[in-house]
């Protein structure tokens, strides 16, 4: 398993990196990025705390373990500099959290982040627009199908626009939480209930993670044991 989108207690998780780590290792993950919560204010700390933890966890166990950060609430303007600050301090992902429904985003951050050279995915994008979720494709920006409460409310609908757009999709947890992290039972319920068939799910579970893996400068990641 694969997930690009995880929290810890430096923003509003509630273990510490080391620990999200291993426990996702445990559970059976191959890849993990460690996105915390940044803005202007906090980042430096957060991103060179990562750097650190997650360089420990993936030289000891079998695990990548990636340094990141969710850009969130930033107002929309600022949005690229920080990604940019962020990728030039040691992140090697870097997630913006989308227009999802359920809080009060900034309108136009969806837009903000798909032209940003530095954003690696979009979290919960929401009800994302046509023409944003081409300019996705277009940037090679990867649109997030979530396993978050409220935030999944709209993955068929994220789903339904990348199918149209060619934008590529990557489910992710956005565990905050130890029982929030993904389980092969649960990326399989997820990809079928927002309407993929079994060859998009393979897609989204298997075939894009390693292709951002790759876009992100990792080499190959062992294959999952997902039979999706």
């Not at 996105?35 to 202007?40: E, R």
């Not at 079994?198 to 790759?214: I, M, R, S």
Request: proline share 4%; glycine share 8%; with cysteine.
């Amino acid at each position: 398993m694969y997930d690009f989108h995880t929290h810890t207690f430096l923003s509003d998780g509630v273990l510490s990196p080391i620990e999200l780590i291993r426990r996702a290792l445990v559970r059976g993950y191959k890849a993990i990025g460690v996105t915390d919560h940044v803005g202007i204010g906090n980042i430096e700390y957060v991103v060179k705390t990562l750097v650190v933890d997650c360089a420990n966890a993936t030289d000891r166990w079998d695990i990548l373990a990636m340094p990141g950060v969710e850009i969130t609430h930033v107002p929309k303007d600022d949005i690229d500099m920080v990604a940019r600050t962020a990728k030039e301090l040691g992140a090697k992902l870097v997630t913006v959290h989308g227009e999802t429904i359920v809080e009060p985003v900034e309108p136009g951050t969806n837009e903000a982040a798909v032209r940003s050279a530095f954003v690696d995915v979009l979290a919960h994008p929401g009800l994302i627009s046509y023409e944003v979720a081409r300019l996705a494709a277009e940037n090679g920006v990867y649109l997030e199908v979530s396993a978050r409460k409220g935030h999944s409310l709209t993955n068929g609908h994220v789903v339904n626009l990348a199918r149209q757009v060619g934008a590529s999709t990557v489910l992710d947890s956005d565990a905050h939480e130890p029982n929030d992290l993904l389980t092969l039972d649960l990326i399989e319920k997820i990809a079928e209930g927002a309407g993929l068939n079994k060859e998009e799910a393979h897609a989204l579970l298997e075939t894009n993670p390693q292709n951002l893996l790759v876009k992100l400068g990792f080499g190959p990641v062992p294959a999952s044991d997902s039979s999706a």
